[in-house]
Each structure stands twice: as structure tokens, then as C-alpha cells.
């Protein structure tokens, strides 16, 4: 009977794991797809065939020229919170969707459904809410996600300037509470190559930090190859 219910109960995951990458496949490829591409459907599809990494350095002081430059996978396979800062349309909620992109396409691989969060857009909604939401799922269905530390977060805009007191206090909160809970996060700099006095000071989250940082003009030449048609 125990090991029926054990049985009932994995496919309980399953499932739930499985309607949720479902709901992002219909719901939200759909969005990130268009942020990408835009009005250049007719030359690329898909996310995957449009996005080219821009250069990724490790922010650490031990970081050196010969190990600094980071690549996809390795922010994917990485264990830790990491956090990425870059300027203005460097592409911080490009890369993102990239990763939800990734993590979708590769649950079997990596085990993690991602959710992602803009911090512009979280007003005065609970954690939980917006996992809810965006998974398409129930409040228990959400929590058994939590509690088999099957989510990763992708936060977008995690500013911590005066006006985004209280959505980064909601958000240290919730990783407080799910310890083991992963979060990828983006955020402004404040002046090149450093990271923000802000963030220094007020961030109590254990993060990773890197740099996304403008695309070399071998990358620019990627893009135009992408975006030119033949």
C-alpha cells in the first residue's frame, strides 16, 4: 500500500510537471518568441534561432581574462543564485527568456520548470500568485513544485532601488522560506563594470554576480547574419 501511494504520488508530480511545461510551450512561447523577433518572423522563427549570447564575465575579484567569459550552459549548470547586471538594453529580459526557453525544452536534462518574474510588474502580488499564474496551476499544485525543488526562478529587474523596496523584500522572503529554491536574476548598473552600491548594500540574497556586456563586433555580425535574409 506504501509503495502505492509513493507510486500515485510521483505521478502526481509528473503530471503537474508536464501541464506546466505545457502551459509555457502555448502561453508564454509565444510572448518571448515575439519580444525577439519581433517583425522578422519571416526570417527567424523561434528564440532559438534568433538569440546570440552577448559576452558574459564573472564580476568575482579573482576573475581573470583566461577564465572570466561564461557560457550558457555553465549559467545553466551552475548550483548557485546567480545575478547578472548589464545597461540598459543590453539584453537582460532577452537573455532570461532564453533560459526559460532552455529549461524548458531541456527538463528531462536539467529537472527545473521555469517561472519567470519581472520585478516592474510584480505591484502587490505574493510570490506563490505569480508561480501560480504563470504555470497555469493551483496553490497546492504550486507548493508540491516547491517542496520537490522542481522550479527555478528568472528574475527580471531586481533593482534594489526605493521603489522596489518591497517587491525585493517579498522576494528574499520566498527564497528564505524555500532554501533550496534556485534564482537567476538580472538587474541595471549603475556606472560600467562595477557592480551597484545599491545592490551591495541591500541585497541579503547569496548570489553569483557576472556581467552581460555589450556585443563584440564579431556578435554584431552574428546578428545581422541572423536578421539579413539570404
Known amino acids: 500500500v506504501i509503495f502505492d501511494e509513493m507510486d500515485d504520488f510521483v505521478n502526481s508530480i509528473k503530471q503537474i510537471i508536464e501541464k506546466s511545461l505545457t502551459?509555457?510551450?502555448?502561453?508564454?512561447?509565444?510572448?518571448?518568441?515575439?519580444?525577439?523577433?519581433?517583425?522578422k518572423a519571416n526570417i527567424v522563427k523561434s528564440i532559438e534561432e534568433a538569440f546570440v549570447l552577448p559576452p558574459i564575465k564573472n564580476a568575482t575579484p579573482t576573475a581573470t581574462s583566461d577564465d572570466d567569459i561564461v557560457g550558457l550552459n555553465e549559467v545553466i549548470r551552475e548550483n548557485s543564485n546567480c545575478i547578472f547586471f548589464a545597461n540598459q538594453e543590453i539584453g537582460k529580459t532577452t537573455f532570461l527568456y532564453r533560459l526559460a526557453y532552455e529549461y524548458t525544452e531541456?527538463?528531462?536534462?536539467?529537472?527545473?520548470?521555469?517561472?519567470?518574474?519581472d520585478v516592474d510588474e510584480m505591484g502587490n502580488?505574493?510570490?506563490?500568485?505569480?508561480?501560480?499564474?504563470y504555470l497555469s496551476c493551483n496553490t497546492e499544485e504550486a507548493k508540491t513544485l516547491l517542496s520537490e525543488?522542481?522550479?527555478i526562478l528568472l528574475v527580471d529587474n531586481l533593482d534594489y532601488v526605493a521603489i522596489k523596496e518591497e517587491q525585493s523584500k517579498r522576494i528574499y522572503n520566498f527564497i528564505n522560506e524555500y532554501q533550496n529554491l534556485r534564482i537567476i536574476a538580472t538587474a541595471k548598473l549603475e556606472m560600467e563594470?562595477?557592480?551597484p552600491?545599491?545592490?551591495l548594500n541591500n541585497n541579503r540574497i547569496a548570489f553569483k554576480n557576472f556581467f552581460i556586456n555589450p556585443f563584440t563586433?564579431?556578435?554584431v555580425k552574428s546578428l545581422m547574419k541572423i536578421w539579413t535574409p539570404s
Open 193 to 195: 563594470g562595477f557592480i
Open 125 to 133: 502580488k505574493e510570490i506563490i500568485t505569480i508561480i501560480k499564474s
Open 217 to 219: 563586433t564579431k556578435q
Open 106 to 117: 531541456r527538463y528531462t536534462q536539467l529537472r527545473k520548470v521555469p517561472v519567470y518574474i
Open 149 to 151: 525543488e522542481s522550479l
Open 197 to 199: 552600491t545599491t545592490h
Open 23 to 39: 502551459n509555457i510551450k502555448q502561453e508564454h512561447y509565444p510572448i518571448i518568441n515575439e519580444h525577439v523577433i519581433a517583425h
